[in-house]
């Protein structure tokens, strides 16, 4: 019996055939690779930091190089070809970034321009973070300080060097959140979180799907960097910007010679700054003597010209919330310089006062003075302590060190040599002995 053809086999057949065919096509791509495109390229600022957002049409794998000499990040891509119809140089001076600029492979025709690199030229090496939300490259780079924020042409001229140590962001000069303030979150890519929102009397804020977060004295970068660890239990690699869109909290007192008021501190600020801040001291004002008082009771006296005359000071010399900034005027710092002076009169302290400046202002010591005993008088009326200072060394031997600084309410005394007075007692006496021995006769 003859037997008949077994249908199975051309199921198989059938099936084989259908496997080789799906094997050929899932092949198709990686022959022919999809052509991505460089859709985007924005930056966004905050206080603290810089970010740099690439986006291209899909996901796609990225190299990244870093060069010193200038500072550069790379970003290359080296499995896909990515096209792009962006200009060469893209953004020019923005923050931490001197320029952005799109390398491209020989032109394969008008729009068809193969990208290359993307170079991040900064104008500094500074501390960054690459990371990436969905088909988008984001890298943050941290602002450089102020102090540091000199102009590259400047630098050039001065010899600086273009290269500056990397700064822990913590300890940033930033403005210290607290109640009252508003504060401007914008998560990237989700309108629906991104608010403003009000610090309460607690110092904290709610912002859904965070139900309530204290934000007390935390800087911007801080608060940025807590609320992305939080929003990361919701979202998808989530990138924040923090702004303080109204500074509230961190008010200061100004009295005396300087334009009074209360004054909000949007950042670490010392006094030489604030001072300035606020058009500075008036011409009456004794810029010597000016007194910080702190939240604490705590007074400290500052010299503003010396402040000046030393920077390394006047930064360690901050204002914080709740100090109070007093100026007295020039009326309360007199000297007094009595005796054996040209002209004995009473001296308006402005700033800094010596005792050989006084007595100077005073016309100088006449032909009676005793230099070598002058006598400073110091202290309240009734309670006066003095001091006899040799003054003929300081003009025979230079001994500066006997050239005291003066205080406020001192009475300089020159008194009038012995001869003097002895020659004064003489001619006192001369005329009525004359009178008396004519009578006699």
Same mark, same amino acid.
């Given at each position: 019996m003859?037997?008949?053809?077994?249908?199975?086999?051309? #199921?198989?057949?059938?099936?084989?055939?259908?496997i080789v065919?799906?094997?050929?096509?899932?092949?198709?791509?990686?022959?022919?690779?999809?052509?991505?495109h460089?859709?985007?390229?924005?930056?966004?600022? @905050?206080?603290?930091?810089?970010?740099?957002?690439?986006? $291209?049409?899909?996901?796609?794998?990225?190299?990244?190089?870093?060069?010193?000499?200038?500072?550069?990040?790379?970003?290359?891509?080296?499995?896909?070809?990515?096209?792009?119809?962006?200009?060469?140089?893209?953004?020019?001076?923005?923050?931490?970034?001197?320029?952005?600029?799109?390398?491209?492979?020989?032109?394969?025709?008008?729009?068809?321009r193969?990208?290359?690199?993307?170079?991040?030229?900064l104008?500094?090496?500074?501390?960054?973070?690459i990371?990436?939300?969905?088909? @988008?490259?984001?890298?943050?780079?941290?602002?450089?300080?102020?102090?540091?924020?000199l102009? $590259?042409?400047?630098?050039?001229?001065?010899?600086?060097?273009?290269?500056?140590?990397?700064?822990?962001?913590?300890?940033?000069?930033?403005?210290?959140?607290?109640?009252?303030?508003?504060?401007?979150?914008?998560?990237?890519?989700?309108?629906?979180?991104?608010?403003?929102?009000?610090?309460?009397?607690?110092?904290?804020?709610?912002?859904?799907?965070v139900?309530? /977060? @204290?934000?007390?004295?935390?800087?911007?970068?801080? !608060?940025?960097?807590?609320?992305?660890?939080?929003?990361?239990?919701?979202?998808?690699?989530?990138?924040?910007?923090v702004?303080?869109?109204?500074?509230?909290?961190?008010?200061?007192?100004?009295?005396?010679? $300087?334009?009074?008021g209360?004054?909000?501190l949007?950042?670490?600020?010392?006094?030489?700054?604030?001072?300035?801040?606020?058009?500075?001291?008036?011409?009456?004002?004794?810029?010597?003597?000016?007194?910080?008082?702190?939240?604490?009771?705590?007074?400290?006296?500052?010299?503003?010209?010396?402040?000046?005359?030393?920077?390394?000071?006047?930064?360690?010399?901050?204002?914080?919330?709740?100090?109070? %900034?007093?100026?007295?005027?020039?009326? /309360? @710092?007199?000297?007094?310089?009595?005796?054996?002076?040209?002209?004995?009169?009473?001296?308006?302290?402005?700033?800094?006062?010596?005792? #050989?400046?006084? %007595?100077?202002e005073?016309?100088?010591f006449?032909?009676?003075? #005793?230099?070598?005993?002058?006598? %400073?008088?110091?202290?309240? !009326?009734?309670?006066?302590?003095?001091?006899?200072?040799?003054?003929?060394?300081?003009?025979?031997?230079?001994? $500066?060190g006997?050239?005291?600084?003066?205080?406020?309410?001192?009475?300089?005394?020159?008194?009038?040599?012995?001869?003097?007075?002895?020659?004064?007692?003489?001619?006192?006496?001369?005329?009525? !002995?004359?009178?008396?021995?004519?009578?006699?006769?």
């Open positions: 003859r037997k008949g053809k077994d249908p199975m086999n051309g #199921v198989y057949r059938k099936a084989a055939t259908i065919i799906l094997l050929f096509v899932s092949c198709i791509p990686q022959l022919s690779p999809k052509v991505l460089f859709v985007n390229l924005e930056t966004k600022e @905050s206080a603290s930091y810089t970010m740099v957002i690439l986006t $291209i049409s899909e996901p796609v794998q990225y190299k990244v190089t870093e060069l010193e000499n200038p500072p550069c990040i790379l970003i290359s891509f080296p499995d896909r070809k990515v096209f792009s119809s962006e200009e060469d140089v893209v953004i020019v001076n923005k923050g931490p970034i001197k320029r952005i600029k799109n390398e491209y492979y020989q032109s394969e025709g008008e729009g068809r193969q990208l290359e690199l993307v170079i991040v030229e104008v500094q090496d500074l501390p960054y973070k990371s990436h939300s969905g088909s @988008s490259i984001i890298i943050r780079i941290e602002n450089p300080k102020e102090s540091e924020l102009d $590259i042409e400047e630098k050039e001229k001065i010899g600086g060097d273009s290269q500056a140590k990397a700064r822990d962001p913590l300890a940033d000069s930033g403005y210290l959140i607290g109640p009252g303030d508003i504060l401007n979150i914008e998560v990237w890519g989700h309108p629906d979180v991104s608010r403003d929102v009000a610090v309460d009397y607690r110092g904290e804020i709610k912002l859904p799907p139900k309530r /977060m @204290s934000v007390m004295a935390f800087t911007t970068y801080q !608060l940025e960097e807590a609320l992305t660890k939080s929003l990361s239990r919701y979202l998808i690699d989530p990138v924040v910007f702004l303080v869109k109204e500074f509230n909290s961190q008010r200061i007192i100004a009295l005396g010679e $300087i334009t009074t209360m004054y909000t949007k950042r670490k600020t010392s006094l030489v700054e604030f001072l300035g801040q606020i058009g500075g001291p008036t011409a009456n004002a004794n810029v010597s003597k000016i007194k910080l008082i702190k939240k604490d009771g705590e007074i400290s006296i500052h010299d503003l010209n010396e402040l000046i005359g030393d920077p390394k000071k006047s930064d360690g010399v901050l204002v914080s919330a709740g100090d109070t %900034v007093f100026v007295p005027p020039l009326e /309360m @710092s007199r000297v007094s310089v009595l005796g054996e002076v040209k002209s004995p009169k009473m001296i308006i302290v402005k700033g800094k006062l010596a005792l #050989v400046e006084a %007595v100077t005073a016309g100088g006449t032909d009676n003075a #005793v230099q070598s005993s002058v006598i %400073v008088l110091r202290g309240e !009326l009734g309670a006066m302590k003095g001091y006899r200072v040799d003054m003929s060394r300081i003009f025979k031997k230079g001994d $500066i006997l050239n005291i600084e003066l205080e406020a309410g001192d009475i300089i005394y020159v008194p009038r040599s012995f001869i003097a007075d002895l020659e004064r007692f003489l001619r006192d006496i001369t005329l009525p !002995l004359t009178w008396y021995f004519w009578y006699l006769k």
